[in-house]
Protein backbone atom coordinates (compact mmCIF):
# COMPACT_ATOMS: atom_id res chain seq x y z
CA UNK A 1 0.00 0.00 0.00
CA UNK A 2 1.07 3.23 -0.64
CA UNK A 3 1.57 6.34 1.32
CA UNK A 4 0.18 9.55 -0.36
CA UNK A 5 0.93 11.93 2.50
CA UNK A 6 4.47 11.91 2.35
CA UNK A 7 6.80 14.49 0.95
CA UNK A 8 7.67 12.66 -1.82
CA UNK A 9 4.19 11.83 -3.16
CA UNK A 10 3.67 15.99 -2.50
CA UNK A 11 6.38 16.54 -4.53
CA UNK A 12 5.23 13.94 -7.28
CA UNK A 13 1.79 15.77 -7.05
CA UNK A 14 2.91 19.22 -7.96
CA UNK A 15 5.21 17.81 -10.68
CA UNK A 16 1.83 15.88 -12.40
CA UNK A 17 0.10 18.88 -11.93
CA UNK A 18 2.39 20.85 -13.33
CA UNK A 19 3.44 18.41 -16.56
CA UNK A 20 -0.79 18.03 -17.04
CA UNK A 21 -0.81 22.31 -16.98
CA UNK A 22 2.19 22.03 -19.60
CA UNK A 23 0.23 19.04 -21.83
CA UNK A 24 -3.69 20.39 -22.08
CA UNK A 25 -1.88 24.21 -22.94
CA UNK A 26 0.40 22.77 -25.11
CA UNK A 27 -2.94 20.36 -26.88
CA UNK A 28 -5.07 23.20 -26.86
CA UNK A 29 -1.97 24.86 -29.61
CA UNK A 30 -3.27 25.18 -33.51
CA UNK A 31 -1.12 23.31 -35.64
CA UNK A 32 -0.44 20.22 -34.09
CA UNK A 33 -0.92 17.27 -36.48
CA UNK A 34 -2.96 14.47 -35.36
CA UNK A 35 0.14 12.08 -34.15
CA UNK A 36 1.40 14.96 -32.27
CA UNK A 37 -2.18 15.41 -30.51
CA UNK A 38 -3.01 11.97 -29.73
CA UNK A 39 0.47 11.48 -28.05
CA UNK A 40 -0.57 14.61 -25.87
CA UNK A 41 -3.85 13.02 -25.26
CA UNK A 42 -1.91 10.20 -24.00
CA UNK A 43 0.08 11.93 -21.99
CA UNK A 44 -2.95 13.72 -20.16
CA UNK A 45 -4.66 10.54 -19.53
CA UNK A 46 -1.96 8.93 -17.74
CA UNK A 47 -0.71 12.45 -16.00
CA UNK A 48 -4.87 12.38 -14.95
CA UNK A 49 -4.97 8.29 -13.92
CA UNK A 50 -1.43 9.04 -11.77
CA UNK A 51 -2.85 12.06 -10.17
CA UNK A 52 -5.89 10.01 -9.33
CA UNK A 53 -4.03 7.22 -7.36
CA UNK A 54 -5.10 8.29 -4.09
CA UNK A 55 -9.08 8.82 -4.93
CA UNK A 56 -8.48 4.81 -5.99
CA UNK A 57 -6.77 3.44 -3.34
CA UNK A 58 -9.43 5.21 -0.92
CA UNK A 59 -12.02 3.38 -3.92
CA UNK A 60 -9.94 0.32 -3.25
CA UNK A 61 -9.60 0.02 -7.11
CA UNK A 62 -7.13 -1.33 -8.63
CA UNK A 63 -5.46 0.96 -11.55
CA UNK A 64 -5.34 -1.50 -14.32
CA UNK A 65 -3.61 -1.17 -17.47
CA UNK A 66 -5.54 -0.11 -21.07
CA UNK A 67 -6.30 -2.59 -23.20
Given at each position: MNDFT?????QLRK????????????NDAVGLSEN???SLR???????RFLDLPNQATRGV?????E
Open positions: TATWHWAEKELERARVKETAGEIKMLKVAELD
